[in-house]
């Protein structure tokens, strides 16, 4: 919400509400006071084309309620009779000492005739005129701020794809279930998955409201989930990886390079892209055996700080995203565009890559005079899959080392000495896994050249279809 110490001449020069009912703004002198400026115009005269409905309200906990609310104090009505900017400053702070004091400072006037009924007005105007963003605020401050990824909850709400953006100056009680039920739908319609989240946090965030008394009921509360959702099973052929690995070639910096390390390196998405130099240690081109990565525990989902070994191929993906010149070369991050946050817009990227992807398999049934095929749908999580099936299946590395790697926690077996053994660094095993790895995708992803034709239209290998591979049952190569 916009500030301001207000004064007579800015009031009077007040602009009306244009892409909303209404609008309001916060007096930096008297805490709590606002104005409320609504859509209607003076019509004429000396201030043709201002505000015509200015009103000063008191954002505050009124006993016995322990919620802010606001209430009315005044019209503001320039020059012709009605409360002066001082006059309202004066009404705010005798009722701020009212609720100092526990007492409703609306309460002894609310028997007086024609006044109790502009009080019983005003306050059944408040009660539907705390917005969206007001209710958001709210949240974020009491409940958001306190989630590791509330920042992040926030944006799905009301950010630039939020459920909530075109809604969020709108009176949080004049939400429907149709409209949000269709905006979930058209949501879905781009980003399936996405979509599902908005609507899962959507739904916590109206129980929340109502549990604070800003609306009577949870209106998304029966709204079902646009899209199914199944644990995910896809994973890349190496030809497929080929694909990926020559067409991120073609992006900048910084995804280009970002999705060539996680195809060598399966660590989770958020986590290498908040990769930092300081974090590093890369050692020399003579002796890259050690280079290694030291993940935070704050920053991995299972809140364990973990020693990752480099192979040579992550080792050189890593230097060159640290020396390319795009890079801001202050940042504390490998993978920037602001030099102060880490990288963001893989939507966009990803759309990108699957252009590139699109138009390599399009010149290559041209080629071939045979129609061309999409990729079948995938995301960056699935190359984790890949790595997990492709080192259990084809280089016989035990599941439990994999699991590691993945930084999962003692999924390979119940038992309890598996659990045991999951839990332990098996630093070394895992050096030798990432190393066998970045072998393969040498010799069968780079070194490969990029084909299609119709008598290679399978995907990927046989999709994963139970546990992994138990390390006695697994020909190991470690």
Known sequence: ????????????????????????????????????????????GRYKGRAANISFILAARFPPSKQPTRRVIGQYQRAEAGMTLQMARATAATWKEAIRAGIDPMAGSAAEGD?????????????????VTDALDLYETNKLALLERGSG????????????????????????RADLAQRIRDRAKVAPISANRQLSYLKTFLSWCVDEELVDSNVAETIKKPSSENERDRYHSLPELTEIWAASGKLEYPFGPLIRLLITLPMR??????????????????????????????RTKKKNALRVPLSALSRSIIKAAINDPERPKDSP???????????????????????????????????????????????????????????????????????????????????KIMRIYNRSELYEPRKQALAAWADLLDAEVLKAKPKRSRKRQQSSAPRLNGAPLHPEASATVL
Not at 278 to 287: F, H, I, Q, S, Y
């Open 1 to 44: 919400m916009e500030r301001f110490e207000f004064t007579p001449r800015w009031l009077d020069n007040l602009k009306p509400a244009s892409d909303a009912p209404q609008y309001e703004v916060a007096d930096t002198l008297v805490g709590g006071l606002r104005v409320r400026v609504g859509s209607k115009i003076v019509p004429d």
């Open 269 to 298: 998405r958020e986590e290498v892209a908040a990769m930092k130099v300081a974090e590093l240690t890369l050692g020399d081109d003579k002796r890259p055996q050690g280079a290694e990565w030291v993940l935070p525990g704050d």
């Open 115 to 131: 006044e109790a009924s502009t009080n019983e007005s005003a306050v059944e105007d408040i009660a539907l005129s705390t917005s």
């Open 333 to 415: 991050f490998v993978f920037t565009t602001t030099a102060e946050t880490s990288v963001s817009g893989f939507s966009k990227a990803r759309k990108r890559l699957d252009d590139i992807i699109a138009q390599a398999r399009k010149k290559v049934a041209i080629e071939e005079g045979v129609d061309a095929e999409d990729m079948p749908h995938w995301v960056l999580h699935d190359l984790r899959t890949t790595f997990n099936t492709h080192a259990c299946e084809r280089l016989g590395i035990d599941a439990a080392v994999a699991d590691r790697i993945l930084n999962h926690m003692a999924t390979a077996t119940r038992s």
């Open 153 to 176: 909850v926030r944006r799905a709400l009301d950010g630039r794809e939020g459920i909530l953006k075109e809604l969020k100056n709108q009176p949080i009680r004049s939400l429907t």
